[in-house]
């Protein structure tokens, strides 16, 4: 029988033919199979090698020849015909939120991290030579480095205590660690995208360039407010808001780093490094940065970062003298976490008009031009993450995330095969380019009556709270209440009205657009026609619009795995042109406008 | 009748002829006659400007035509004639351990401190300029700054208190506190000799370049051990010894600045910075380093510094996030110390052979010549310090600090015109060179017994606990006894083996110095016949040898007042070569020799 190889040294045999879903479940690995193993959704991806059934038709449609012939495949459509190694089963697990665009590109894989261990011989003072020990350990590191106190104090001892070997554990200059002796650990880091609706870290050994694990969860400030908005309010007007909202938001990523530590092993005392972004105003409020400013004009942060600072003085629970850096915001509200999904999709060197929108809670638009990068953010809101709607819920099973026309009415495909309990953030616009299609929608947004609408339309439609609700049985709990329109009309809105004031801004129209970056959770799993079609998106080629992942959690794990990366992306802040939306006559007109259901004009 | 008006404000009338003692005294102030008024001492300096007596014959050979012609004058000999201002009375007081040698020179008065305060208007966002506020604040300062969290975090408040208008201290580019306003106090920062014996701290106002006040008291490290070698003994043996001397230390520090303080009314939190400088083993300690290396061979300290922390890290009570720097040490056991006597004296730019001798508890040399600056240390111990010998004592009153061969045998000087309790470093080494030339004491240092001599010499001669002392009369308690004689013999050998060692070294005969320059608080009493005479120095044209006072005091507050200083000095420290004296065959030959007492040859 042959054998399969996981990557965390499991083995298993399964019979010749066993397809790799079954293998996974056999070895007890939960597997993602979001279209219930039908090849259906695409996305049951796995990187393999070795004796496999050739590619079927089915992965020949959603995978590339390069993703083939990298060794990508469908768990769900390949077979083991002899020994496999199981390389890589990132997007298979964790999957509720999205936690990677895939592997990382090789520039950051072949960096060197600011982040170093460093193993060497410092050579013993002799008569001849009675330089101090600080400056012997210099001259073996290789450079200048800041040594703290708590180090220096104990540095005699620890160089004579292995001879003078030792092993230094070093963020550029700055050492951390000094340990007597080798064969200490490795460095390990972790990356945070610390989204307003949900927070994801990245674990890393940094010498073998591996992540170790992800982890994810909502955002914990979510009780004190669901957008940028009303967590600025709660901050402004509780007393300790400020405080409490800092409290939940490292409460929340040292959970993160619990669940990372937990599953793989590794010491939480032995993570030297935390590099987090997010968009600006998760970024004053995770330093406890008073926003007040930022929420209201002319919209100014307090500062620009990077900010740097230890793990104990804001309370992450990694090594103690650990560094904690949030990487810089780009202006307003368009934060590092814009600047790094720039870095992920290497924005600033597209050649053609190249838009990258982050569809987060807080809408983060890059447009790349000749005349080089203009940014602005939207506040869509956390309507697409299906918050704050009456049925909206994650992309988890029992989430409808896709809905078509097909005959005899509409279809729509379930997460996990499950009956439906709501909608994911693909599913609402799907089911929103639906109804709209069939004419239960008008373009202003309004349900309609059954009287107004004909077979097949009104069977979908019920009396509501206000007004009518879509829904997709008339009994049925799972609607797209009225209420529900209008908020997902307005976040919808922002996002295009943020688009279509950039490209005026810069003077080119969404036809001039030979690239449009779709990133973020949400952005990933979107029907491109639909999302054209309710006019969330302009109408340019369908070809033309690429998915990037959570490219904001790609970039910070980048600027963590290579020093030269870092580099570019601080440069690249202050190089980013803002065009701040709020309160401007251009934005509130395009925004009026853009609130209409339909393709652009 | 004649107005006097000093430094503090206050005025007093006299009548015409009024001694400036007495007026002193009048005006409460207490004054310091160490000869009682007698014209003796030459020491009850003061700086006048105004309608004064000419110069007494007295004060002619007490000061140089220079100092007259600045207005310094012998407070005991020069009378009021008119109105009178009193512009320094820093020799008059706190005189029990040297604090300063006069003013500061001009270089360190008109350059920019490190430290300081910048009354600013920030310029307030607008639309148009959405710069964080970080930035808008750094433009405003005109530079770079790292700007802590702690006032990140409240930056947008403390900018919009006062309508943009705040005042911020720092120092280099360290952004230490930042109020909203202005009419804050002003930028106050404290220098300290840590010496290893005394401790003197010096206060400074840095805008108006004033020194507001001085204290001194002895190392309270002293309990632990009286040199660096017991003190390095007990670090290394005692349970928390290393812990307990640092603790000491700080709160030495802190009680000189509480004095500092309470004499003032400075707030100790408006204090922003602490300027330490000390010999290798003082600076160790005081940061917590572990000095064990330093005390064995290869000697080797853990750090040259600069060391820079903060006040609330290493415990100092002033501005808890205020600079603390010890500056770097040269090498060796030489220390900071002797690098800011040598900025102090600007012994970088010296045209001929030039040696500086700092006589502390560790005898620090500096050679310069015109191959560069060449630096030894010699472990002399506190005995010129009065420390370890049974009758002595600091230079207060009480003290013999004068002793000569006169008319019918010795004749003696006691500080304050009290009956004699002991003998100060001044008066040890003129009562060797006394007891020496009456043939009471042999070249080996034996005393003789009352046989060996004749009168008037065996009228000194008393026995001992071993062998014979010598005595001021017979039945009195004030006497140097033959283990006294023995532990001079060995601070007197060691401080005059290192400076033949150090001739040797760069191949110079003593002849060949062009200076000596004597600094330390026993340096600036000795009577430098005398000390020629028992060949404590090697024997050069008397008007040769200078006084630089506490020249490491003086150099650490140069490089508190003036950023330019202070640079030249952490160059410096690179450039001078260091001798290692311990264990090597020279010094161990050139000490054996210089045990004898009698003059260089
Ligand atoms: S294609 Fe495999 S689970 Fe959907
Ligand atoms: S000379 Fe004036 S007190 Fe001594």
Not at 67 to 75: M, N, W
Not at 226 to 244: H, N, P, Q, T
Not at 562 to 582: D, F, M, N, Q, V
Request: proline residues 6%; hydrophobic residues 40%.
């Amino acid at each position: 029988m042959p054998k399969v190889f996981f990557p965390d040294g499991k083995e298993i045999m399964v019979p010749q033919g066993t397809l790799v879903a079954e293998a996974l479940q056999e070895a007890d690995i939960e597997a993602w199979l979001p279209c219930g193993g039908q090849g259906y959704c695409g996305r049951c991806r796995v990187k393999l090698e070795g004796s496999l059934s050739l590619p079927t038709e089915v992965e020949q449609a959603h995978l590339s020849p390069g993703e083939l012939a990298q060794g990508v495949r469908l768990s769900c459509q390949t077979r083991i015909e002899g020994d496999v190694r199981v390389l890589t089963l990132q997007s298979l697990t964790g999957a509720q939120i999205l936690t990677g665009g895939g592997d990382l590109p090789a520039p950051a894989l072949h960096g060197t991290p600011l982040l170093q261990r460093l193993e060497v011989k410092v050579k013993p003072p002799t008569v001849q030579d009675q330089r101090p020990d600080s400056e012997r350990l210099e001259a073996a590191l290789g450079g200048s480095y800041r040594i703290p106190l708590s180090i220096l104090s104990r540095l005699p001892a620890l160089l004579r205590e292995r001879d003078f070997l030792v092993t230094a554990y070093a963020s550029g200059d700055e050492l951390l660690k000094l340990e007597p002796g080798k064969d200490h650990g490795p460095p390990y880091a972790v990356a945070v995208d610390l989204g307003t609706t949900t927070m994801v870290a990245y674990l890393w050994d940094l010498e073998k360039k591996r992540c170790l694990g992800t982890a994810a969860a909502g955002n914990p400030q979510a009780v004190c407010g669901d957008d940028v908005i009303s967590r600025m309010v709660y901050a402004g007007d509780k007393e300790d808001g400020l405080f409490r909202l800092q409290a939940l938001a490292v409460a929340g990523i040292n959970g993160l780093v619990e669940e990372l530590t937990a599953g793989t092993g590794v010491p939480a005392r032995e993570i030297y490094q935390v590099t987090l972004v997010g968009n600006t105003c998760m970024q004053h409020l995770f330093l406890g940065i008073d926003p007040g400013c930022l929420g209201k004009a002319p919209y100014v942060p307090a500062c620009r970062g990077p900010v740097i600072t230890t793990a104990e003085h804001i309370g992450l629970n990694i090594y103690p003298r650990g560094i904690v850096e949030f990487l810089p915001n780009i202006a307003g509200f368009v934060g590092s976490d814009a600047l790094a999904a720039a870095v992920a999709v290497n924005l600033a060197e597209k050649a053609g008009n190249t838009l990258l929108v982050d569809l987060g809670t807080n809408g983060e638009l890059l447009l790349a031009t000749r005349d080089g990068i203009f940014a602005c953010s939207t506040a869509a809101g956390p309507a697409f993450e299906g918050a704050g709607i009456s049925a909206g819920m994650r992309a988890v099973p029992g989430a409808i995330d896709k809905m078509y026309l097909g005959e005899g009415g509409l279809q729509w495909h379930v997460i996990g095969s499950l009956s439906p309990r709501g909608f994911c953030g693909s599913g609402l616009v799907d089911g929103l380019a639906g109804i709209l299609d069939l004419g239960i929608m008008d373009a202003s947004g309004r349900i309609k009556t059954p009287e107004e609408t004909t077979d097949p339309g009104n069977r979908y439609i019920a009396p509501g709270d206000r007004g009518f609700d879509f829904c997709l049985d008339p009994e049925g709990q799972v609607r797209i209440t009225q209420a529900d329109v209008r908020k997902i009309q307005l976040a919808k809105g922002a996002v295009a009205a943020g688009m279509k004031t950039l490209l005026d801004h810069v003077g080119l129209r969404f036809q001039d657009l030979d690239q449009i970056i779709l990133a973020g959770g949400f952005g990933n799993y979107l029907d491109i026609n639909n999302a054209q079609q309710i006019g969330l998106i302009p109408q340019i080629p369908p070809e033309r619009v690429h998915f990037a992942g959570n490219a904001a959690g790609t970039g910070a794990q980048m600027v963590l795995l290579s020093r030269e990366i870092r580099e570019k992306a601080l440069g690249l802040t202050g190089k980013i042109r803002h065009l701040e939306l709020a309160g401007t006559a251009s934005f509130s007109q395009a925004f009026m406008e853009a609130m209409f259901f339909g393709p652009w004009n």
